[in-house]
């Protein structure tokens, strides 16, 4: 036999938040993104790994499922592939059942309503190492029998952790399936029960480690302090922590450019360096220090299992807003960037909820407007400390988060109130342990996600910047011109036509420019700024072109209209692809571009007035 | 002990058992996702957590596992409530 037809497809399945990710990513070396809380993988994955007999395995991550009665998108895409009926995904030829350990009582549950199908399946205990440190005592040999399946232990956080199971899957490539049947829900309840009076001892029900935090955590007066508190504090860091790495780098960046300037030949070849590609680029990338800080804190969040402590305790406001609690995870999400976000949503099971939550998350400031923000607040808000503790420009970011995040909300009211279905919306959300964030995991997490951005900034801004530049340089200016030769260029063209429209907003011209390319990718707006000026005979730094060069009603006005941001084009294009609607995102563009603009005209015009 | 209570109505950190869930109108899939997540005869329960607006909604642990549940689907689960030691 050859290739393919000698491949073993085996698929994991199992509860939410059990460690299917954690074990599938220790069996192929991938790095598929692992937190603790129910429903992070939303789509199937797929892996491969050759087993120590030579023989080459087909790794498939389902996403966690509470049962067969699928609830929602992702759970239903786990139903359909194990029962065949996923289009163009064969049957497994081995189901690889995933339990957590220390949850026995549940995911067992789950284990006998899919060894009902009659599939050759085997059964992998989960997080045996705190279940042994939990001192939960579990006779596999005994369980092995009871369930007519193969049973083996691992721990995948762990280096070696699955050698067990390679090995079994590998020496036992016939399982007898077991004998398919159809009982009803409580009497799988039963003999769950029964299965674990005989076969497993556990000491009390929940680690008092959890009980000590939760009531601290999900108290209602300290729990909601505590949770401001957490988010205050992250605005706080980005700002606070990463001033001088931003300097730092801006200064080396420039420094790089006047360098390689100087051994260039005056003419086109060194305005394209030095003014496109060093002054763009150099501006956004000094913002890395930025974004690694936040994604530092939503990871830790991510893997401690706090996240769903606080979808519960804004699960009330949030249902009032015309929201569920669930909402939460994938809008803390779109802080990174929307396009998760987004994608998160399906493992919000009511199709309402999951519509609203998809049409605000372009609300919640994402990553990529931070440098606009972080631009503009530097260049106008003076570095003061206010009563003591804070920073004046920490308190200005965390205000233009909240401003998204309320105008969110009100968003999602107006859908509320204009829906006309009104029947029950469930939540059913497991809170699970707590756990200790792996520094490792951290550690990863954060190279991937500024290799994301460094990528960026090589990819499509560097294109984006270029095209920019020769945009802002031809064609050159006429002889006698007395304007720099960027107001006869084609971009200056752009930008007074557009200049026209935004004018009411306090937008100058090459404001106007450097929203066109924005439209790609947000940061860009920043670098092309800073390519326009530097066009435009500028020598100094952007921050301090902006300081002196725009009122302070014109930076006001312009963070009004990046809180709403309507111009993100891949956002546009996962909403399309999530609800399969271009209504939707007719509906989501034009909403935020009309928001945009009326907040960016009142900021404008009431800061004119007073000012 | 009281029997026939509903889980919306248990006090804060006391236990119960769990009687029946009851279907609200017809094909009820909250109903039938609860007795998934294990609320089923003969089950203890214990109320950990309310919500702080309305305490709503409800953690509630449920063999090794804790849940949040509003009040509405809370109120399809029966149960007797233990008497307190």
């Known amino acids: ?611 | 002990m009281r029997i026939g209570v509903l889980l919306s109505e248990l006090a804060m950190g006391a236990s119960a058992t769990v009687i029946e869930v009851t279907d609200n109108g017809t094909n009820d899939v909250i109903a039938r996702r609860l007795r998934d997540l294990g609320f089923v005869a003969g089950e203890p329960v214990r109320l950990v957590a309310r919500g702080p607006l309305g305490a709503d909604p409800l953690l509630v642990q449920i063999g090794y596992t804790r849940f949040a549940l509003r009040r509405a689907e809370a109120a399809r689960v029966t149960i007797t409530v233990d008497s307190t030691p």
């Open chain 1, 1 to 611: 036999m050859t290739g393919a037809a000698d491949t073993l497809q085996i698929a994991l399945v199992g509860n939410p938040n059990c460690g299917k990710t954690a074990l599938f990513n220790l069996l192929t070396g991938t790095r598929q993104k692992v937190a603790n809380y129910a429903g992070v993988t939303i789509e199937r994955k797929e892996g491969h790994y050759i087993a120590p007999s030579g023989r080459s395995v087909r790794v498939l991550d389902l996403p966690g499922a509470y049962s067969l009665a699928a609830t929602s998108p992702d759970e239903a895409i786990t139903r359909d592939v194990i029962t065949g009926r996923y289009p163009g995904e064969a049957v497994p030829d081995l189901i690889v059942c995933v339990a957590d350990a220390t949850n026995l009582r549940l995911h067992l549950r789950f284990v006998l309503e899919i060894a009902r199908l009659g599939r050759p399946m085997l059964l992998a205990l989960n997080m045996m190492d705190a279940a042994k440190r939990r001192g939960i005592r579990i006779d596999t040999a005994a369980l092995a029998q009871k369930l007519g399946m193969p049973v083996v232990e691992t721990v995948a956080i762990k280096h070696g952790g699955a050698k067990a199971l390679i090995e079994h899957i590998d020496a036992a490539p016939q399982v007898h399936p077991y004998p398919p049947s159809s009982e009803p829900a409580a009497d799988l309840h039963a003999e769950v029960r029964a299965i674990l009076a005989a076969t497993v001892s556990i000491p009390r029900r929940t680690a008092a480690v959890d009980d000590a935090i939760d009531r601290v955590v999900l108290h209602p007066v300290l729990g909601l302090a505590i949770l401001a508190l957490v988010m205050f504090l992250i605005f706080q860091a980005v700002f606070s922590w990463a001033t001088p790495l931003h300097d730092g780098i801006d200064a080396g960046i420039n420094a790089a450019g006047e360098w390689l300037g100087a051994s260039l030949p005056d003419g086109a070849l060194r305005s394209l360096v030095v003014d496109g590609v060093f002054a763009g680029l150099g501006t956004v990338l000094a913002f890395l220090p930025q974004i690694l800080i936040l994604f530092l804190f939503i990871l830790c969040l991510e893997e401690s299992g706090y996240l769903p402590r606080a979808a519960f305790l804004l699960d009330r406001m949030m249902l009032a807003a015309g929201l569920t609690g669930r909402s939460f995870i994938p809008l803390l999400s779109s802080f990174a960037c929307a396009i998760p976000g987004i994608m998160a949503t399906r493992s919000i099971p009511d199709p309402r909820d999951r519509l609203t939550t998809i049409l605000i998350a372009p609300l919640m400031t994402c990553s990529a407007r931070l440098p606009v923000y972080a631009l503009l607040i530097a260049a106008f808000i003076p570095q003061r400390t206010v009563a003591g503790i804070f920073n004046l420009q920490g308190i200005v970011l965390f205000t233009l988060y909240v401003a998204g995040i309320v105008s969110a909300l009100l968003v999602a009211w107006v859908i509320k109130r204009i829906r006309k279905d009104k029947s029950e919306h469930a939540l059913m959300m497991e809170l699970p342990s707590y756990r200790m964030p792996h520094p490792r995991d951290i550690l990863i997490g954060l190279y991937e996600r500024g290799m994301i951005f460094v990528k960026r900034v090589g990819g499509i801004i560097l294109a984006l910047t270029v095209l920019l530049w020769f945009l802002s340089s031809f064609p050159g200016a006429p002889a006698g011109a007395t304007d720099p030769a960027i107001d006869y260029s084609l971009a200056g063209m752009i930008g007074r036509m557009l200049h026209t429209v935004f004018a009411p907003l306090g937008f100058n011209w090459q404001i106007c420019i450097a929203l066109v390319p924005g439209l790609a990718a947000r940061e860009v707006a920043v670098s092309s700024l800073a390519t326009v000026y530097a066009l435009a005979g500028n020598e100094d730094g952007l921050q301090a072109i902006v300081a002196s060069q725009w009122s302070l009603a014109t930076a006001l006005s312009l963070l009004a209209w990046y809180v709403f941001a309507p111009m993100c084009i891949s956002t546009l294009a996962t909403v399309k692809r999530e609800t399969g609607s271009v209504r939707n995102v007719v509906v989501l563009a034009g909403y935020l571009f009309g928001l945009a603009y009326l907040a960016s005209f009142a900021t404008y015009q009431i800061a004119k007035a007073l000012s």
